[in-house]
């Protein structure tokens, strides 16, 4: 029997109904998610807590059920060093991309969790997972690594609902990250996340705080095709 002719036999069952309190608990985690930047605990995070938040990650969904998501768990000090040092090089050039008044600002901003944070997360997508051909990357061959975005939001929720935050580094040079990891040609780098407890959170989003740019109103991002 083939995988295929084996699925034609499930049977659905009823969806569950979340009442008013579980609906709530929700949207509370999904407004209260923040990028955190340097607010991390130093006390390592739970492992069990950790396994349910990776747990999560892994029950997002993926395109074809290709499920092409690595978690790499990053704590050794020397590793997370020389890492935050390639940060350090492409954070340089960064900063020399924009216009004088906003320089100053963008060096305010505090980008040291990789350092500060007990965990270091690299979230990676297995572009060879799957095969040549996946069901629903057929037209798109990037579905991949969009369910790969899922994952880290699935992660980043469940770690608000643990209490742990978690702050995403993206100012990196690939190829760095690469060498340093060992990650293969063929394995794309979504995600580098600094995870840890907090005790405080900014109220608002920090690059809105700061004044960096105003949020989008929700209505100016809908558009209703009828």
């Known amino acids: 029997m083939t995988p295929y002719t084996s699925a034609k036999a499930a049977v659905p069952q009823p969806a569950r109904r979340f009442d008013a309190g579980?609906?709530?608990?929700?949207?509370?985690?999904i407004n209260a998610r923040r990028d955190v930047r340097n607010e991390f605990r130093p006390d390592p995070?739970?492992?069990?807590?950790?396994?349910?938040?990776?747990?999560?990650?892994h029950a997002a969904p993926s395109v074809g059920f290709m499920q092409?998501?690595?978690?790499?768990?990053?704590?050794?000090?020397?590793?997370?060093?020389?890492?935050?040092?390639?940060?350090?090089?492409?954070?340089?050039?960064?900063?020399?991309?924009?216009e004088e008044d906003?320089?100053?600002?963008?060096?305010?901003?505090?980008l040291e969790g990789i350092?500060?944070?007990?965990?270091?997360?690299?979230?990676?997508?297995?572009?060879?997972?799957?095969?040549?051909?996946?069901?629903?990357?057929?037209h798109?061959?990037?579905?991949d690594l969009y369910s790969t975005v899922c994952a880290v939001q699935n992660l980043w929720l469940a770690a608000r609902a643990e209490g742990v935050g978690i702050g995403w580094v993206s100012i990196f040079r690939p190829d760095d990250l690469r060498r340093l990891l060992g990650i293969p040609d063929h394995v794309e780098i979504v995600a580098y996340l600094c995870a840890g407890y907090v005790d405080e959170l900014y109220l608002k989003p920090e690059l809105e705080a700061r004044g960096?740019?105003?949020?989008?109103?929700?209505e100016s991002v809908i558009h209703d095709h009828g």
């Open 22 to 29: 579980e609906r709530q608990a929700l949207y509370d985690i």
């Open 140 to 143: 798109d061959s990037n579905m």
């Open 212 to 218: 960096w740019r105003r949020r989008l109103a929700l």
């Open 115 to 138: 350092l500060t944070a007990p965990l270091n997360i690299c979230v990676t997508c297995d572009r060879n997972r799957g095969g040549k051909v996946v069901l629903g990357r057929t």
């Open 102 to 110: 906003r320089k100053a600002l963008y060096r305010s901003l505090k």
């Open 68 to 98: 092409p998501w690595d978690f790499h768990l990053i704590r050794d000090p020397g590793r997370r060093a020389a890492v935050h040092a390639a940060f350090l090089s492409a954070n340089a050039e960064a900063a020399e991309m924009f």
């Open 45 to 57: 995070i739970d492992p069990a807590a950790l396994r349910r938040i990776l747990a999560a990650a």
